[in-house]
């Protein structure tokens, strides 16, 4: 079946560097999209979500964007800090109105480097 | 407001048993939904309760079943506990069942080992 995907399972960054974390989703019909972080030894956290008829949203040092004609989702963290090392996952909801069931891909470990 | 909290946060069974584990919703949520995550893996729907009531599942066997009280907490159960059950069972909570209404509150997991 469709699934949501990552392009690559680690990413090590420079502390001040941008960091850019990339998903593949497969599902068209997905109309939702959330990025969450999980730290070790915690539940996901919600870090920021675009719906399909967008193609870019911004938040506090974050932005995700939005390709559609590639099926691409990826997030941008700005000024990379020690406390953004985590496990990030991209997760797509099909069909507005549906049980909120959310499909997550595999995650990207991002470790900051000092 | 209180977040979403979850027991036990580790438990070890034995193949063959059955376990149960609870979930507060944060305050204001009134929908549920639980997650198994396995070792470096993502989440994987299970099912969501509304009202009391299941609404959507997931490609889970039946061993796998919950239950939503009045005040919105939930049971997750699992019977006859296979080795591969061993994961981090994730509740999450929301204000109603429209994605993007209001975004998924996860608590911080019940951590199962099956032996």
């Known amino acids: 079946g469709e699934s949501v995907g990552l392009h690559l399972p680690t990413l090590s960054v420079q502390e001040g560097d941008n960091s850019i974390i990339n998903c593949a989703y497969s599902n068209s019909a997905s109309d939702y999209f959330i990025w969450y972080k999980q730290e070790s030894g915690k539940g996901p956290q919600f870090i920021i979500d675009?719906?399909?008829?967008?193609d870019k949203r911004q938040g506090q040092r974050v932005t995700v964007l939005l390709n559609k004609t590639v099926k691409h989702l990826s997030l941008q963290i700005a000024a990379t800090q020690p406390g953004d090392s985590a496990v990030y996952f991209c997760?797509?909801?099909?069909?507005?109105?549906?049980?909120?069931?959310?499909?997550f891909g595999s995650g990207t470990q991002l470790t900051v480097l000092p | 407001e209180t977040g979403v909290t979850q027991s036990p946060t580790h438990l070890i069974k034995t193949r063959g048993q059955q376990v149960t584990l609870r979930c507060s919703s944060q305050?204001?949520?009134?929908?549920v939904s639980w997650y198994q995550q396995a070792l470096g893996q993502g989440p994987q729907f299970i099912f969501q309760?509304?009202?009391?009531?299941?609404?959507g599942r997931g490609n889970f066997p039946p061993r796998f079943s919950g239950l939503q009280f009045p005040n919105y907490s939930s049971e997750l159960n699992v019977n006859a506990l296979e080795l591969d059950d061993s994961a981090l069972y994730l509740c999450?909570?929301?204000?109603?069942?429209?994605?993007?209404?209001?975004?998924?509150?996860f608590g911080a997991g019940s951590r199962l080992t099956v032996l």
């Open positions: 997760a797509e909801n099909i069909g507005q109105g549906s049980a909120r069931q959310l499909t």
């Open positions: 675009i719906r399909s008829n967008m």
């Open positions: 305050s204001g949520h009134n929908t």
């Open positions: 999450a909570s929301s204000q109603g069942l429209l994605a993007g209404a209001n975004v998924l509150t």
């Open positions: 309760y509304y009202r009391e009531e299941e609404n």
